[in-house]
């Protein structure tokens, strides 16, 4: 099973910087099968990145995913007040298909 | 518009059996290549896939659950229905259904571009 790693586990950044999140697989992913979701309190994750850098429907290209292998980032280019949330990675190459712990972005 | 939604009971013993409904509507089980999938979160913590369903009646299951774990469809109805058996204090969480999105690798496998509300279970006597 591969085991993803994210960092930090918390940014604390300002509406308006940007926030850069990394995600480290313990084997390499097939096919940059690597997807970003984003998940607010209360509600279920959202697609925002698939196969590592590709924007899912609706998500605002402020959004941007990056890398391959074992390293893949998320980049939120400018954060809006909307954007405080915990996001996680999901690695689907292999199964079983699994997910990093999460990073939370806060305000700071 | 696709949407999903959970239904089932949100308290069980230790040992019953949890069955849970997938309702869904703007998409087709009978269509090819489309796939559902259940997931899962315990509170605080990160989320777990469980298993998948296909247009095919193709099933896969998350291997370390998959004596425990059923998956089935009734397309007339629009449903999707998991069961899990034994269940125990850990298996608490909140359990998702899920659209299996494009370019989602093997049938094992996927994304999920679309997802119902979730349904928090708890596991207590």
């Known amino acids: 099973e591969i085991v993803l790693t994210q960092s930090p586990g918390t940014l604390s950044l300002s509406p308006g910087e940007r926030a850069t999140l990394s995600c480290r697989a313990s084997q390499s992913v097939s096919s940059n099968y690597l997807a970003w979701y984003q998940q607010k309190p209360g509600q279920a994750p959202r697609l925002l990145i698939y196969?590592?850098?590709s924007r899912a429907t609706g998500i605002p290209d402020r959004f941007s995913g990056s890398g391959s292998g074992t390293d893949f980032t998320l980049t939120i280019s400018r954060l809006e007040p909307e954007d405080f949330a915990v996001y996680y990675c999901q690695q689907y190459g292999s199964s079983p298909g699994t997910f990093g712990q999460g990073t939370k972005v806060d305000i700071k | 518009q696709i949407t999903l939604k959970e239904s089932g009971p949100t308290l069980v013993k230790p040992t019953q059996t949890l069955t849970l409904t997938c309702t869904f509507s703007?998409?087709?089980?009978?269509?090819?290549?489309?796939?559902v999938g259940w997931i899962r979160q315990p509170p605080g913590k990160t989320l777990e896939c469980l298993a998948f369903i296909y247009w095919d009646d193709d099933k896969r299951y998350r291997p370390s659950l998959k004596n425990r774990l059923t998956i089935s469809k009734d397309t007339s109805k629009n449903q999707v229905v998991l069961t899990m058996t034994n269940m125990d204090p850990v298996d608490t969480a909140t359990y998702y259904c899920?659209?299996?999105?494009?370019?989602?690798?093997?049938?094992?496998?996927?994304?999920?571009?679309?997802w119902g509300q979730g349904i928090l279970v708890t596991v207590s006597s």
């Open positions: 196969v590592a850098s």
């Open positions: 899920a659209h299996r999105g494009y370019l989602s690798g093997s049938w094992d496998t996927g994304n999920f571009d679309y």
């Open positions: 703007g998409f087709s089980l009978s269509t090819s290549g489309v796939g």
